[in-house]
């Protein structure tokens, strides 16, 4: 079986390492919410210094939205995003909530009878489920991606298995990447995987929808002062120390507003409860703007509930 | 050294001797653990109002330490502060019972003031909210458990900026209100605590008072400065001033002598608008000067900059590399200054924070760099304030000290301007007694580059620098905690005791906070 923090980069550090600086919190959607340090990156590391059983923190481990905003701050390099997922994999019992096991099992089973995809073109592209109900979109942002294969398996399975903690078979990750292994660059629609697809396709570019259309004349042209973008908060968190630089120089050009905080994180709209609009809120509040732009249909829906203001997909502006 | 058992309400007039450090006998460090006599009748009662304390080691365990690393105490119980009326009932019924109560921030203290050996952990950072902001009179109520950066964050939305708070993004306002907050402007305005215009506080018998220099004056002066003695703080109105970035300049010296001089010449000219100084080596120091006008700057380089004695970087490196040259037996000290400045003055410098040559948001770059170079598990950073006057004589004296015990380390040094209507909030505070105006503190940092020092080497290490104050009547920042024997060495009985009698009224059974000062 897979374990899914076997690549993970050997300089970053394991819990034990927690200082107990409370950076973390800064930054952290379940901070936000609960304003309970059992809820962040810093009380399960410290809890876990004490020798606390996992089953001891259930109600906090699932919690967690794998937003990433806690990595870049963390000045131990503590690997936090795997160690929430490992701790998830050592729970048996998964929240009914995040999905149902079995039936993720089914779609491992009916994925092996399937054909391996062939991709004719050197640049793919992984759509997630947010876009790819919105078909129109889809279409714009394939018709902006020149010579972009849109992969027809997303892995949105692997996603959902990694969030409940349930292993996922080898020969099903192995489906998933050996299409990819041929590519020169993958864009990613949302940044779930980023980490993972950086260290299992290390001859892969890996890169976020959001940089690869705002390197874009055209797009970039048509964003303006007023604007308020959305970054996806996963791919730039995984891939911050470059990221950044593209987005400060993005707002250099374009004077638009970003979802960054103080310390350049980027704010995400939503946290682990979907009627909790505290985070879609602090986005906007106090923004002077006149129409917000996003990456992810996912942060278009969670915005959606708490303002009126345009929101527009940046393949569509 | 013997250090008798002492029940909660029997404290004797000082537990510590005056020259109790002396010796650094390990059990003088970390106070003895309460014991947990009424806890669970205590627990019971508190449930009848529906507080809910945790017990559980996941909630117990997050606040075994403090920033300091150093002291260990585990609280029988953690309340995470919700609202004004839960704490004012917790502070009564433990009275009742007699449970020590230990509050916390951002738990950014070094000599365990934060940390509880037994009883209640009350967790102010629950009480997080911005209550209002007023733009046109230039003042914010926020609730005290809040992080000076989320305040910062909410304050940025409206375009403005607190005045002044530590270069850590984790401290609290709560907190820092009650120990002083030192800033890189603290020599135009101030500490932290001086910009409190009135506070919200539960005292320790679990009343809920108001408090301002107009309105229950006594307690306002006692609470400001009073670090957590004689209540919590659970709102606070600040003073804040609309935002500007950062006109950032710096001097590099390779005498520490000169630099402070030079410091102190911009301080007492109030030339620029922030100052500072932090060293790599006590070769290779850097003066921070820095500017909200333009107008200002210009000022400062028609009429001063030719009179400061520090270099430009081009200029210190040419100088360090024609002083290496010829000692060249010191090219360890060389290679760890060139890293040095490899790997920090980027960090300074990131684009991201940069614009036009002016810095923004100089506490999230601060503290970054803070954390990244020198922070870690352990902090240890003895300090010492002093008037103008001593202050150079106190930092080579101190230098010498860390010299002695440590190859690596930082000195951060900064002025902090003085309040005389403020002047009765400095007694017994960080503010050394004999300055006037201007007071200067200078926090000595070991970088310990994964080094395994034992805690007694730290301690004694710790007890020189302080010692050094006792003998220039200095005051310290971190005087609570592990380092409080030197309360009496540095204060005298007399102002000692008359703040024990004052605690002592405030709170009958000695439960807040009671191995922080007395």
Redesign the interface.
């Known amino acids: 079986m897979f374990k899914v923090t076997r690549n993970f980069r050997q300089t970053h550090q394991n819990y034990s390492?927690c200082?107990?600086?409370?950076?973390c919190?800064?930054v952290c959607p379940m901070w936000r919410q609960h304003?309970?340090?059992?809820f962040t990156p810093?009380?399960h590391a410290?809890?876990l210094?004490?020798?606390?059983k996992v089953e001891?923190?259930s109600e906090t481990i699932f919690a967690c939205h794998a937003c990433g905003a806690c990595q870049p701050v963390c000045?131990e390099n503590i690997a936090i995003i795997p160690m929430f997922m490992n701790l998830r994999q050592q729970l048996a019992e998964k929240p009914a909530a995040l999905g149902n096991v079995a039936s993720i099992q089914a779609k491992w089973l009916e994925n092996a009878t399937q054909p391996i995809e062939k991709i004719k073109t050197s640049s793919g592209f992984l759509a997630d489920n947010h876009l790819r109900q919105h078909p129109e979109i889809l279409q714009q942002v394939l018709t902006l991606l020149v010579k972009t294969t849109l992969i027809s398996d997303n892995g949105e399975d692997i996603i959902q298995a990694m969030h409940m903690g349930v292993e996922i078979p080898s020969a099903r990750l192995e489906r998933f990447l050996h299409p990819l292994r041929k590519l020169k660059q993958l864009i990613v629609s949302e940044g779930f995987l980023y980490t993972n697809l950086q260290q299992w396709l290390p001859k892969v570019k890996i890169r976020s929808l959001g940089e690869v259309l705002t390197r874009l004349p055209n797009i970039h042209s048509k964003l303006c002062a007023t604007d308020l973008y959305i970054i996806e908060c996963r791919a730039y968190h995984a891939d911050f120390e470059r990221l950044?630089?593209h987005y400060?120089q993005l707002r250099?050009t374009v004077f638009c507003q970003f979802n960054l905080?103080?310390?350049?994180i980027a704010i995400p709209t939503t946290s682990d409860n979907i009627h909790d609009h505290r985070q879609a809120k602090w986005v906007l509040?106090?923004?002077q703007i006149e129409r917000i732009v996003v990456e992810s249909m996912a942060d278009s829906a969670a915005l959606q509930q708490v303002t009126d203001l345009p929101i527009v997909h940046l393949a569509t502006i | 050294m013997d250090i008798p058992v002492i029940e909660i309400g029997t404290l004797p007039p000082d537990p510590v001797a005056p020259d109790a450090l002396q010796g650094i006998k390990r059990q003088q460090t970390n106070p003895s653990r309460w014991q947990g006599e009424n806890w669970q009748a205590f627990i019971t009662k508190l449930a009848t109002y529906a507080i809910e304390i945790r017990q559980?080691?996941?909630?117990c365990?997050?606040f075994?330490?403090?920033?300091g690393?150093v002291a260990y105490g585990m609280p029988h119980g953690v309340l995470?502060a919700r609202n004004v009326e839960q704490i004012a009932t917790l502070f009564k019924t433990a009275q009742t019972y007699r449970i020590p109560i230990t509050v916390r921030g951002?738990?950014l203290t070094t000599e365990g003031e934060s940390v509880a050996y037994g009883g209640i952990l009350l967790?102010m950072?629950?009480?997080?909210q911005v209550l209002y902001i007023d733009t046109e009179k230039c003042i914010v109520r926020t609730q005290a458990g809040i992080?000076w950066?989320?305040l910062?964050?909410?304050l940025?939305?409206?375009g403005m900026d607190y005045l002044s708070a530590p270069l850590n993004?984790?401290a609290s306002v709560g907190g820092t209100l009650g120990v002083g907050g030192i800033d890189v402007n603290s020599a135009r305005f101030g500490c932290s605590a001086d910009q409190a215009i009135s506070l919200q506080v539960v005292t320790p018998t679990g009343e809920i008072v108001e408090c301002s220099d107009t309105e229950n004056i006594e307690l306002f002066k006692r609470v400001i400065l009073g670090y957590g003695q004689f209540g919590v703080i659970t709102e606070a109105t600040l003073k804040i001033r609309p935002f500007t970035p950062l006109r950032m300049h710096y001097f590099y010296y390779g005498s520490l002598r000169n630099t402070i001089e030079d410091l102190i010449l911009l301080d007492k000219n109030a030339v620029c608008d922030y100052s500072g100084i932090l060293t790599m080596m006590d070769k290779a120091i850097t003066l921070l000067v820095a500017f909200d006008s333009e107008e200002k700057e210009q000022k400062f380089q028609q009429q001063w900059k030719n009179r400061l004695r520090g270099y430009g970087e081009l200029g210190f490196t040419l100088r360090s590399a024609v002083y290496y040259a010829f000692h060249f037996w010191k090219l360890k000290e060389a290679w760890f200054l060139f890293n040095r400045k490899r790997c920090l003055f980027p960090e300074l410098q990131r684009?991201?924070?940069m614009?036009d040559k002016q810095m923004f948001?100089r506490?999230?770059v601060f503290s970054?760099a803070v954390?990244?170079f020198w922070?870690?598990?352990q902090m240890i950073i003895p300090d010492l304030a002093t008037n103008v006057d001593k202050f150079v004589t106190v930092v080579e004296k101190a230098n010498k000290v860390c010299q002695k015990y440590f190859p690596y380390y930082a000195l951060y040094c900064v002025g902090i301007k003085l309040h005389p209507e403020h002047q009765e909030h400095y007694e017994l505070s960080c503010i050394p007694p004999d300055a006037t105006e201007l007071a200067y503190g200078c926090e000595f940092e070991p970088m310990l580059n994964h080094e395994i020092y034992s805690r007694d080497y730290i301690q004694s290490f710790k007890n020189e620098i302080y010692d050094i104050g006792v003998e220039n009547q200095c005051s310290y920042y971190r005087f609570g905690g592990m380092m409080k024997g030197y309360i009496r060495r540095v204060f005298g009985d007399e102002l000692v005791d008359k703040h024990l009698a004052m605690k002592r009224q405030a709170d009958p059974n000695m439960i807040l906070n009671r191995n922080v000062i007395f």
């Open positions: 390492h200082s107990g600086c409370s950076l919190l800064l304003h309970d340090s059992r810093q009380g410290k809890a210094q004490q020798a606390v001891e923190l000045p950044v630089k400060d250099k905080d103080l310390q350049r509040e106090g923004r | 559980d080691l996941a909630s365990g997050i075994v330490t403090d920033a690393g995470i951002g738990g967790d950072t629950g009480m997080s992080f950066h989320s910062a964050e909410v940025r939305r409206r993004l984790t684009s991201e924070y614009q948001d506490t999230v970054r954390w990244n922070g870690g598990r």
